[in-house]
């Protein structure tokens, strides 16, 4: 859906950042069906339903609860997706490809899982009985000042500093450092991933790289997720799949997502495999 080389889309990796503070006027009409179009033609690799629903035409601060996180936003957008295996990582996968989409078109986002009102934005949303909403983002034009929520929240939650590769990513089984030959082959792909968003900026994927495939794990946090109604962390593995699979075909690297057997048998304390890009 990109077409980037591996450094032009380094590039955008490096430049995007989460708004978090917008100058109140509504999207362009251009730029809003072009977001539109965009999203009615992405799809996901785990085969997840997801739904996008485009709120839009009003200064939303006062109606819709962000704990005053988010200002000056007019447009949002929600993310609903229908319940099965992996539906979390697939509308990580395609909120994170939307939002990448907007800021080629110069329109800021912000992801928003735990510090939104469900309830506020869901008489809007027409959700079915099947479906989960454990996301959504404002759309809109940053502003040149930000505020002082903005510049905490960032500060809390370390938006500008990323754990290192060697804490993330592994050759072979885990905690071994990455070989010669997959930092040559995955390097700057690795570090595409390392860029990635995440809920409180926890990064929770590892990665584990062997001849045959490439494995996601899921690094859980205890006693993170429950403060929330759905496994955020999740969607953060979608997000990184996301930048992962940008990265793999702008390197002409084939393969394709599978859920492997047997992967989770002897996975660390607090480790849970989730999904693999099985090496063509």
Not at 32 to 44: H, T, V
Not at 67 to 88: F, M, Q, T
């Amino acid at each position: 859906m990109f077409k980037l080389d591996e450094q032009e889309l380094l590039g955008l990796f490096l430049e995007r950042k989460s708004i978090r503070t917008y100058d109140e006027r509504p999207l362009e009409e251009g730029h809003k069906e072009a977001l539109k179009a965009f999203s009615q033609g992405m799809s996901n690799p785990f085969g997840a339903q997801v739904r996008f629903v485009f709120l839009e035409g009003e200064n939303k601060d006062t109606r819709y609860g962000t704990y005053g996180v988010i200002r000056g936003a007019v447009d949002y957008v929600g993310a609903l997706v229908k319940e099965g295996p992996l539906s979390l990582e697939g509308l990580g996968y395609e909120l994170e490809m939307l939002m990448l989409k907007g800021f080629t078109l110069g329109i800021g986002s912000c992801w928003l899982g735990g510090t939104f009102k469900r309830e506020d934005f869901k008489k809007d949303l027409n959700i079915s009985g099947e479906e989960l909403f454990p996301a959504v983002s404002p759309l809109g034009y940053p502003r040149e000042n930000k505020s002082v929520a903005d510049h905490l929240v960032r500060f809390i939650s370390k938006g500008n500093e990323r754990k290192k590769k060697e804490a993330l990513f592994f050759s072979k089984e885990f905690f071994l450092p990455l070989e010669d030959q997959d930092e040559e082959r995955f390097g700057q792909i690795l570090e595409m991933v390392r860029l990635a968003p995440s809920a409180s900026n926890k990064q929770p994927w590892r990665m584990v790289i062997s001849t045959e495939s490439v494995d996601f794990y899921e690094a859980k946090t205890p006693g993170y997720s429950e403060a929330f109604a759905y496994d955020l962390q999740r969607l953060d593995l979608g997000i990184a799949a996301c930048h992962f699979h940008l990265g793999v075909q702008a390197a002409g690297i084939s393969g394709d997502f599978q859920v492997l057997k047997d992967k989770g048998k002897s996975c660390p304390k607090n480790m849970h495999y989730l999904f693999s890009y099985v090496l063509a």
